[in-house]
């Protein structure tokens, strides 16, 4: 049976794109990297009082809008004359997407760019257990990925696998979302590198406030006290990722790994 429409939220949303030429575009962007702690950096950033949360965290406009000046708008609070404050947006949707780049581009040239990365082994095992909790993923992880890992070794495919990373979940996605430097390397292609900001997520959970000053200094705000608030704790799953498929994860990540190295002129602390 279809669900009746929300009346109220339509109503709303009318009202939030009639006024978006009101309402502020995003001044920065936090395209992911998913599972890295790009929620938990949202929550502290929109603590600063010139920071103003927006309807949701993911408003992934720039993907399903592409383009469009009054839908990238439509997701934050309308900026009265006087009133002094940025807005975000936390999509990380936009990582792997091979047109959100661009698309971010087009509409936000000057945007600041904020990029998480995370032992990707250990992403890839949050990834999957986030979809299994809900219900979307019910199949083997190790069958998965081991499927994944032999497409991402094989280029002839990947014109398809960039076809399905146009979507929010695809049978790719637990190990092409740790594969950073291919994803970073089409983001650095249209957005200066002085744009960007590059934060490993281990070292963002050992020191959050430190991490949230340099996000703050990066997207020009100045400090400001920021409350505490909970850390997010992950791994504490009902079972471990299987050894052998973990150790067929490094191996594979191992190269790539190397590739971000390169790429952000350091060590990382998992490889």
């Not at 979302?177 to 291919?182: L, P, T, V």
Request: aromatic share 12%.
């Amino acid at each position: 049976m279809t669900r009746p429409p929300d009346l109220r939220f339509e109503i709303e949303k009318a009202w939030r794109l009639f006024t978006a030429l009101l309402r502020p575009l995003p001044a920065f962007v936090i395209p992911g990297a998913p599972k890295c702690g790009t929620s938990m950096l949202y929550e502290f950033l929109v603590t600063h009082p010139r920071i103003r949360r927006g309807v949701r965290k993911e408003p992934t406009n720039f993907v399903h809008w592409p383009g469009s000046r009054l839908r990238a708008a439509m997701n934050y609070p309308i900026r009265w004359p006087g009133a002094n404050f940025i807005v975000g947006d936390g999509s990380v949707e936009y990582f792997t997407n091979p047109v959100a780049p661009r698309n971010v581009h087009d509409v936000l040239p000057n945007a600041r760019l904020v990029f998480l990365f995370r032992d990707p082994v250990v992403r890839a095992w949050s990834d999957y257990q986030m979809f299994r909790k809900f219900g979307t993923d019910t199949a083997d992880f190790s069958t998965t990925v081991r499927r994944a890992m032999r497409w991402l070794d094989e280029p002839s495919v990947y014109p398809l696998v960039d076809a399905a990373a146009r979507q929010a979940w695809h049978p790719a996605r637990y190990v092409l979302c740790g594969w950073y430097a291919r994803a970073l390397e089409r983001w650095l292609a249209v957005f200066p590198r002085e744009q960007c900001l590059f934060l490993i997520s281990e070292e963002f959970f050992a020191d959050p406030l430190g991490t949230t000053r340099a996000v703050l200094h990066h997207i020009r705000l100045p400090e400001a006290d920021i409350p505490p608030l909970p850390v997010s704790r992950e791994g504490c799953y009902a079972e471990s990722m299987p050894a052998e498929i973990e150790a067929e994860l490094r191996a594979f990540y191992a190269p790539r790994n190397r590739e971000l190295s390169r790429l952000l002129g350091r060590d990382l602390p998992w490889a």
